[in-house]
């Protein structure tokens, strides 16, 4: 069921919502999130779509804000607001309402968008493409517990993983990091395997500009206290991760964008599946948690420029994940013994950052 609205008020919106649920016999609100999608009318279509599937997964509210700048001064001063209202098998599970702004009403969407948020209800909001240099004071983010940007959808996203640093608030996420959850999930279970494993460098092939490829290698880097290099690829996305360690090498090779090889000495391959996921399944993915992922805060700021620097003197495997507290060393410890520590440490570290 659609509903479309010209020159309209928030009010008028949440009536035809109620109106929208009576009609289909549904008055209840059995929603658990309200997820704001900022986005042009380019990517308008795809972006939701990838919300409706999403939805199936977690219920909400979707509130589209497509911001429409008119090239034409008596236009812009023109403020103006228009609705379409989808309810039932137009907007998958839950509600969906696509605000077109037009004029001054554009520097103050947040005040349209904050009568719609669902009451008592947790607030995602989502860039598909163009993300703010810094979400968190954006008005429109200020508004949500959990932000959303992807740095692939930047013209430059090595600089975009570089502002994404920089401008860094709890609850910021990015659909790029999402993207390697199943590489570094099996990379922890293969490290898991071999528990005395230490390891030397990491190497991470793949893409240029792809920023999940330097988000894996600044992961690595920074949770086992090695060097971790880019190297490039044809694609398609992430090809191929090895791990250089004292027992041998460690390969997680995909080709094809599908499958995957995992290679250990001593042991047979194995094929494990590892495709690349759409949007929509990304999404849903972040959807799951609302608290801010320190995992991912650690490793974007470890920097994309100390990508292939030697490493220091005392190990960072050797460091405590965040949020846990420093062990104290001994005492007069002999140098040869400090050494030998970092092994168990990259074996937790594995673990805790497998867990998103």
């Known amino acids: 069921m659609k509903i479309d609205l010209t020159d309209t008020t928030a009010s008028k919106i949440n009536n035809a919502l109620v109106q929208g649920r009576r009609a289909l016999g549904a008055p209840a609100v059995g929603m658990v999130l309200t997820l704001v999608i900022v986005t042009d009318e380019e990517h308008a279509y795809d972006a939701l779509k990838a919300a409706n599937e999403a939805s199936r997964e977690h219920p909400s509210r979707k509130l589209v804000v497509i911001k429409r700048v008119s ?6 001063a023109q403020a103006r607001l228009d609705a379409e209202v989808r309810v039932g098998a137009d907007a998958g599970a839950g509600e969906t309402v ?3 702004l037009y004029g001054d009403v554009i520097d103050h969407a947040q005040s349209v968008v904050l009568p719609l948020l669902l009451p008592d209800a947790p607030v995602v909001v989502w860039w598909p493409v163009a993300s703010p240099v ?7 983010g200020a508004l949500g517990q959990r932000r959303v940007t992807d740095t692939y959808a930047a013209e430059d996203p090595l600089a975009e993983l570089s502002s994404r640093a920089a401008n860094y608030s709890p609850g910021d996420t990015d659909l790029a990091w999402a993207r390697i959850t199943p590489w570094r999930s099996m990379l922890a279970a293969a490290l898991d ?7 030397i460098s990491a190497e991470v092939e793949g893409e240029g500009y792809n920023p999940s490829g330097e988000l894996l290698a600044m992961w690595l880097a920074d949770r086992l206290g090695v060097t971790a290099r880019r190297t490039v690829s044809d694609g398609p996305g992430l090809t191929a991760v090895r791990l250089e360690t004292r027992a041998g090498v460690i390969t997680l090779d995909r080709p094809d964008g599908s499958l995957a090889t995992l290679s250990m000495r001593g042991q047979p391959d194995r094929s494990v599946a590892l495709k690349r996921r759409d949007t929509a399944e990304l999404l849903a993915e972040e959807l799951r948690r609302l608290d801010p992922d320190l995992i991912y805060e650690s490793a974007l700021k470890y ?8 490493v220091p003197a ?3 495997a050797a460091a405590p994940a ?20 970092p092994a168990p440490a990259k074996k937790a570290s594995g673990k805790k950052a497998a867990g998103k």
Request: hydrophobic fraction near 25%.
């Open 71 to 76: 090239r034409s001064p008596r236009d812009r």
């Open 98 to 100: 696509v605000l077109r």
């Open 134 to 140: 810094d979400p968190e004071k954006d008005p429109l």
């Open 193 to 199: 395997q071999q528990p005395d494993v230490e390891v």
């Open 303 to 310: 920097g994309v420029e100390r990508l292939g620097e030697p």
């Open 314 to 316: 005392t190990p960072a």
């Open 322 to 341: 965040a949020g846990e507290q420093p062990a104290e060393e001994p005492a007069g410890e002999p140098a040869e013994q400090a050494e030998e520590r």
